[in-house]
């Protein structure tokens, strides 16, 4: 059948041993997977299994399921593709000849059974809307790994090149070949797989109409919070039709932008950065910032009212769904209260502790549960303690890839990237067209009520702002429907005011404020804002102000924030071409070394 096989069976740096790697065709190629082996690769893939299953991150692929498209990216710990068995494959071998005489070749090798290797097709694809937005952008142009092409050096034991992805060995003479991420490829981290079996006993033994069990994670940072979420939602999809994930990271989301915390019903895997696998939620709530510690009160009341909507919105439709709920890293001192006092609220039945090998991010115990906390919860404790499961991280911080050989990327780009994958779809590396909001229509609030309503229009020009909703009902006024309006009836020259905003309003989503407009003579105030919110079906009647800057990388040359759009008349504050802020660019996630 024309395959060209491209063999190796050394031991990776992690005891795998290589696939073999059989190619194709220009745009597609064979995997064989024995036992002990994996597939570590970068860029955008399709994976479908053609004989026996295999898993990624957690997520099984067996022979007959439709193929998965899987991002990776050096922005965080890179995809691999795991054999699990051979239970996937029929009894009627659906291999041609090309294939099922290589298969027992590398079962010879490997001293196994044909029937334990598993083979997969990777097909390449084209490029998704936000590989090619971060392509016009110099920081982070490499981030689903750097474009290589094949050399005349590169031999059959290099990296395979595909046109959307590179295909890496993984044996410790080929290790040089893989340009590290954040990590080293995604691996099961020990207990994982008892602490999976623990909580679906718990969901299977819940009454219909309740949810179908609650675990909640909590460590520190950079312990592996969200790794573990995914593999477990990745994992509980094979048993359960849909997972709810609960965000209470309101730094380092999952599936949304920074500043909220979030609801999403989870039917389809989850691999790759979190930027890459967006989802809309359920139910939202804004906090307005990277962390709980301006306002952890508020930031509370946010919480409970996001989980007391949940419970009742599983009551009301006698759901029975396993529910996953990932914490922030801060657990120290106040922030340890507020973790507390979150469990309280929570009331899971199994809280994941996971504790690294650098003690001074890992926090105390928390069985049984402490009772200090920040008394912000009011309701009597539980009845019982819940479960409490210590990890460790499956990654040790001292286990990495020592400085110089691989490349970091801060929360600061995890945070940057996830505003361009949420913004960034207007086609060609721009943003979304704005909305035109007369402020006549919404109101104005802020978290800390520090800005001067003199100067809430030069404050909201280029910023972040969340797209709330207070009340409901008739009381509510489209902004897409008034949006047309030719005449609002404020007065700028006395500015306009700004108040306290309630933590507990349902959040729709963030918003660009990409230009600010007054009319001196009428006073009529008017916004333009881009955001990937459908107004149209929406009823959000408050802006409010927020601490999430615009990506640095939105302003730079190329940037998809410097571009000029009418803005109809009036003083324009921020409706001409922006001048390049070239300085912006001097300090940037680092460049992946290039594939040798």
Known sequence: IG????????AGPDGYSDPVILTRAAESAVVLLPPGSRLVFSGELVVTSIA???????????????????ASTL?????????????????????GKGLVQKRKEVARERGVSPTDIAVVRVDAVRPSSLRQLLGTIREYRSVYGRDVEPTEDEGEDGPVILPSAVLYRDSQEKEKDIPFGSGYPFEEGA????????????????????????????????????????????????????????DLDCGQTEFGPPGLISVTAVTSAVCGAPFTHGRPPVDARYV???????????????????????????????????????????????????????????????????????????????????????????????????RVVVLDAARRGDELPQKGKSFQFAAKNLRE????????????????????VSLDTVRVVSASNAVPDSEVLRVLNGGVVGLLQEGGGEEERDIAADSTASGAHGNIGSGVAVTQ???????????????ATADTVTGEAELFVSTPVRMAELCPRVIAVSEIQLPEAMLTPGGPYLSDFPTGGGRTIGGQVRKARRNLGRKHAPAPPRVA
Request: glycine fraction near 14%; include cysteine.
């Open 417 to 436: 990237l996830a505003l361009l994958a949420y913004f960034g779809d207007g086609g060609g590396g721009t943003l979304r067209p704005p909305w035109r």
């Open 501 to 515: 905003f309630n933590p507990t309003s349902r959040c729709f989503g963030l918003g660009i404020v990409r230009a």
């Open 191 to 246: 207990g994982w797989q008892g602490l999976l079996d623990s909580f679906v006993s718990v969901c299977d033994q819940k009454e219909p109409g309740d949810h179908g069990g609650t675990l909640l994670l909590c460590g520190g940072k950079d312990a592996g919070k969200s790794t573990l979420a995914r593999w477990l939602v990745n994992r509980l999809l094979s048993q359960y039709p849909k997972v709810e994930y609960i």
């Open 75 to 95: 922005a965080t710990a890179m995809e691999a593709i795991y054999p699990e068995d051979s239970r996937g494959l029929s009894g009627k071998s659906t291999l």
């Open 288 to 386: 307005g910032s990277a962390s709980p510690k301006g306002d952890p009160v508020g930031y509370f009341d946010s919480v409970a009212d996001l989980l007391n909507r949940q419970r009742e919105r599983c009551a009301t439709t006698g759901e029975h769904c396993p529910v996953i709920i990932n914490t922030n890293g801060w657990v120290k001192g106040l922030g340890l209260q507020l973790l507390i006092d979150t469990v309280r609220a929570a009331s899971p039945d199994i809280v994941v502790q996971i504790e690294t090998s650098i003690g001074g991010r890992n926090l105390p115990a928390l069985s049984p549960l402490p009772q200090t906390g920040l008394d912000l919860w009011p309701s009597p404790l539980p009845t019982r303690d819940p």
């Open 52 to 70: 026996g299953t295999v898993s990624i991150l957690g997520f099984c692929v067996a022979q007959g399921d439709a193929g998965v498209r899987v």
């Open 3 to 10: 395959m060209a096989g491209v063999d190796g069976s050394g």
